[in-house]
């Protein structure tokens, strides 16, 4: 049956699912905005696919939101915290919905080559897509499902973790002689149920490459690859520790690797940075430039003048193991110590020796008091990122300043009547501390799901 000539299901119908899916996409990457309608008026009347685009996008009239209109129907989309939404998230907004389009086209068009795989593939995998702008960009979403089916398998009653790099070049650059024989197997869901598949690339020091086409190539030893092809220098931003070489490897070439963790969440690097993450049932966009800069800006000059990086690189780590912190960054020590630190827990006040007249005996108090003697007279620049990172694993919240003076560690910040008012009653301990410091100097909190927060001035700036 010619295009022309399909039965169309009722305009009202259209609209109605298009207006779902529309809050339903947008609610899965933003959930903690607002959408409601900024009109009573509902277009009804379609017109044929192809003539005009069926949303537009713009800013709100005070820049912190955004107007979408769809089908001539206005709504007004409002970020979850008092930050505008940043650049990267309103670029989400106009993938997500040109995805929208994208499927909206196809239900007329099904016999097009170019909208077939669009039906064939979650919507939100096609989204993830969309915003990376990739080379091929078909072979994602197929990347992504089969993450998803390996998600559910187990190997000797354990987890699997696997990943995949896709080539944005015709050949490896790693091995440009080498080409990819007659037969190899698509990448895709079906080899999830293969157990032995899994076992070949963990995805943490082993991938697949995949070739353009979709297929699997051969396994590498990632790190090895990303040095034979885009070298060793640092990363412009920060990455966690175990997936810097996953990282490097998408510096140049348009490649993309994805990886499913031993933690079971799905990874998607590109560009030279880890850009997505997948758990939860939901895709999370992290766009940790932005948020590293924005936490570097509130940090300001230091001495050292890595403090800022080397603070958000090791709640980074912590995130990623599942380990909950807390740093903060007083700008007025003298005026701040004493109102969030208890004098038993400050480092610096501790002028008499550490051991006590019956080291056997220690009270929990003086026990933890003592342990200050590992870092007394040290500063962040002085420590090894381990030994950072495990400071703050310690309940309580990592102390400093602009001079990365380590004032304490393992503290119990003190709270005022004024942060435990009704509102902040219902958040969990550390946020609540978290927001009570943020008055005094930057905050980075990590909570033990893995998910980074800061807060300046009483507020969440971001999360990631």
């Not at 800013?59 to 107007?67: M, N, T």
């Not at 709504?75 to 915290?81: A, E, H, K, R, V």
């Not at 590293?292 to 090791?314: C, M």
């Not at 342990?371 to 950072?388: K, N």
């Amino acid at each position: 049956m010619a295009t022309a000539d399909r039965p169309r299901p009722p305009s009202s119908r259209v609209v109605g699912l298009y207006q779902l899916l529309m809050r339903r996409y947008l609610e899965h990457f933003f959930p903690d905005a607002t959408i409601e309608p900024a009109s009573d008026r509902s277009f009804i009347e379609l017109e044929q696919p192809g003539r005009r685009s069926i949303f537009r996008v713009q800013d709100d009239p005070v820049g912190i939101g955004l107007e979408i209109e769809l089908f001539r129907t206005r709504y007004l989309m409002m970020p979850g915290s008092p930050s505008p939404f940043l650049p990267s998230e309103r670029r989400l907004v106009r993938s997500i919905l040109r995805v929208l389009e994208r499927r909206y086209s196809a239900i007329y068009d099904v016999h097009s080559a170019e909208l077939a795989p669009v039906l064939q593939s979650e919507a939100e995998d096609q989204i993830v897509a969309e915003y990376l702008a990739t080379p091929h960009p078909h072979r994602l979403p197929i990347a992504l499902e089969a993450l998803r089916g390996a998600a559910l398998s187990t190997f000797e009653n354990r987890r699997v973790s696997t990943g995949a790099l896709l080539l944005g070049t015709p050949r490896d650059p790693a091995h440009p002689e080498r080409i990819n024989p007659p037969g190899a197997p698509s990448y895709g869901i079906r080899l999830s149920a293969i157990k032995s598949f899994h076992r070949i690339c963990d995805g943490l020091r082993t991938v697949y490459i995949v070739d353009q086409a979709g297929d699997i190539a051969w396994p590498v030893d990632i790190a090895r690859w990303a040095e034979a092809v885009q070298g060793a220098d640092p990363l412009p931003v920060p990455c966690p520790r175990a997936y810097v070489p996953h990282a490097r490897a998408t510096r140049s070439g348009d490649h993309v690797v994805v990886l499913l963790t031993p933690a079971q969440q799905i990874k998607v690097f590109a560009h030279g940075r880890l850009r997505f993450t997948y758990g939860d049932a939901r895709w999370r966009l992290l766009d940790i430039p932005s948020k590293f800069d924005a936490w570097r800006q509130a940090v300001g000059t230091t001495e050292p003048r890595n403090l800022a990086d080397r603070i958000f690189r090791a709640a980074l780590n912590l995130a990623e193991d599942r380990h909950g912190a807390l740093f903060v960054l007083l700008r007025e020590p003298e005026r701040s110590l004493n109102l969030l630190v208890a004098p038993g827990d400050q480092i610096l006040a501790e002028i008499a020796a550490d051991d006590p007249l019956d080291p056997e005996n220690l009270s929990p108090r003086l026990a933890k008091r003592s342990l200050h003697h590992l870092a007394r007279g040290q500063t962040i620049a002085d420590l090894d990122d381990a030994v950072l990172e495990a400071f703050a694993g310690i309940d309580g919240a990592v102390v400093t300043d602009h001079r990365g003076r380590l004032l304490s560690f393992g503290a119990i910040l003190r709270l005022t009547p004024e942060t435990m008012s009704a509102r902040r009653a219902v958040e969990g301990a550390r946020t609540t501390a978290a927001l009570a410091a943020s008055h005094h100097g930057p905050v980075l909190k990590v909570s033990e799901d893995g998910v980074l927060t800061m807060f300046l001035a009483g507020r969440r700036v971001w999360e990631l």
